[in-house]
Nanobody
Framework: EVQLVESGGGLVQAGGSLTLACAAS????????IGWFRQTPAGERVGLSF????????YSADSVKGRFTSSVDNAKKMVYLQMNSLRPEDTAVYYC???????????????????WGQGTQVTVSS
């Protein structure tokens, strides 16, 4: 079982930046994908970005591409979400999640993830 703990959320002004961190109790570099999601007021978890520690190349959704990007530090078992040019509509609870890596799988959907952190609140003021 993989345990995940997010940190780094908080209040930031529009146009500012924030870095979220996700500490994983364990992940085998080649086996897991770590993804970032946020929850809408309707309760839907929307995929933002993911990175496979084994591949090392992050992928971001079109909706946040150019503003949000994932990175990984294998030695520290940490995954980060760098968020720039934040907007009030980015306000949400943000989650990191872990799922086994399968070639060709789509990782911007929550159904491919088995483990979730508790979430961290990000609030962007106008």
């Amino acid at each position: 079982e993989v345990q995940l703990v997010e940190s780094g959320g908080g209040l930031v002004q529009a146009g500012g930046s924030l870095t979220l961190a996700c500490a994983a109790s364990k992940f085998t570099a080649d086996n897991y994908v770590i993804g970032w999601f946020r929850q809408t007021p309707a309760g839907e978890r929307v995929g933002l970005s993911f990175v496979s520690p084994g591949l090392g190349r992050p992928y971001s959704a079109d909706s946040v591409k150019g503003r949000f990007t994932s990175s990984v530090d294998n030695a520290k078992k940490m995954v980060y979400l760098q968020m720039n040019s934040l907007r009030p509509e980015d306000t949400a609870v943000y989650y990191c999640a872990a799922g086994l890596y399968y070639s060709g799988a789509y990782y911007l959907t929550p159904r491919n993830y088995n483990y979730w952190g508790q979430g961290t609140q990000v609030t962007v003021s106008s």
